[in-house]
């Protein structure tokens, strides 16, 4: 939100306390009124005669989102010049509504916002394949892979109720998992997660109920899911579905995967000073992870492997995110 739309919105919320305060007649209240819808169409016209400044392509994220770092690494693998913006986890859906990643790009005079990892992707070859199409073949959205993308962003979201039923037990963790104590993230973000966080504990207890039924059926599909695609790889393929390259389905399967197979190299290494050594994870969490290493080794070299290959800091552009 730019500043003139926050200080029209904090004058929208101030005048019922204004004309209670100071005992405006109702003629009064109505220029009020008719100040604020003047003053709104001003920031419209002004938005349409001034050209967009600021970057072209911003990402919008959480530092540790596994569903960011989808988002993340295909852009980087589309060498994309694009600004990453980290949230506080939470923060954005609490008071917007909004899930991360959510993409940004300037078009034309206004901006256009896509939030769900898959749309954007699909965003992304759409608007690239024709510049880019060595590059960006990996995007490219055959029926099985985007079938396969299904599956896999449901283990995304599965794996979201796991990584919080131990979250919640480790309220540091938690805090820290939301980047409440990253310098990446804006300082009033980090206060609002740390004062607030009993609210915002509160409401993902309700968002995902992670109590121990709900959790163990989840895990349940988790690990049909990992049994799935150790049975792919079993024929001694390199990449999920068989080819030569990764695709969007390997990238998938290994960003949603950094929850529990916690590899070295996620987002290319720009969060490394803020994530926490495996050793460090909250016991439950710990237990997990490595009994499904040692359960799926094919998938867990998959993912190690494409986080070696693909990920290393000199392999990435590993620009500095803004946090304004
Ligand atoms: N299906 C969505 C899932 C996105 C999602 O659940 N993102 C989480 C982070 S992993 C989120 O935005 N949480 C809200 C927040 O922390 O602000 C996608 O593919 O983008």
Not at 91 to 96: E, I, M, P, R
Not at 153 to 160: I, P, S, V
Request: with cysteine; hydrophobic share 45%; proline share 6%.
């Amino acid at each position: 939100m730019s500043l003139q739309r926050l200080l029209h919105a904090i004058f929208l919320i101030a005048l019922p306390l204004v004309v209670a305060a100071w005992g405006l007649s109702l003629f009064s209240a109505v220029l009020l009124v008719l100040l604020g819808l003047a003053w709104r169409q001003l920031i419209v016209l002004a938005a349409l005669m001034n050209p967009p400044g600021g970057p072209e392509v911003v990402l919008e994220t959480i530092q540790n989102s596994h569903f960011a770092e989808k988002g993340r690494w295909c852009l980087d693998r589309l060498g994309v010049d694009y600004v990453e913006k980290p949230w506080a986890g939470i923060l954005g859906v609490f008071f917007k509504g909004r899930t991360v990643p959510m993409l940004t790009v300037r078009t034309g005079r206004t901006h256009a916002s896509i939030c769900e990892s898959s749309e954007i992707l699909r965003y992304l070859y759409g608007r690239y394949a024709a510049e880019r199409p060595d590059r960006a073949a990996f995007l490219e959205p055959t029926p099985e892979r985007l079938d396969w993308e299904r599956r896999l962003d449901r283990y995304g979201a599965h794996l979201q109720i796991w990584v919080y039923h131990h979250l919640l037990r480790d309220p540091a963790a938690c805090k820290s998992a939301w980047g409440a104590y990253s310098q990446r993230v804006p300082t009033w973000q980090r206060w609002t997660v740390l004062t607030l966080y009993p609210v915002f504990e509160w409401f993902i207890r309700k968002a995902f109920q992670p109590d121990e039924a709900h959790t163990a059926k989840a895990v349940e599909r988790i690990e049909a899911l990992l049994r799935d695609v150790e049975t792919q790889l079993g024929d001694g393929r390199a990449h999920l579905l068989g080819g030569e390259a990764p695709d969007f389905t390997d990238i998938t399967l290994a960003s949603l995967s950094t929850l529990w197979a916690w590899p070295a190299n996620f987002a290319g290494g720009r969060y490394d000073a803020d994530r926490p050594g495996p050793d460090a994870l909250p016991e439950g969490l710990q237990a997990d992870r490595l009994e499904w290493r040692e359960r799926y080794p094919l998938t867990s070299a998959h993912i190690d492997r494409l986080y070696a290959e693909e990920r290393t800091v000199t392999g990435t552009d590993a620009r500095e995110p803004a946090a304004d």
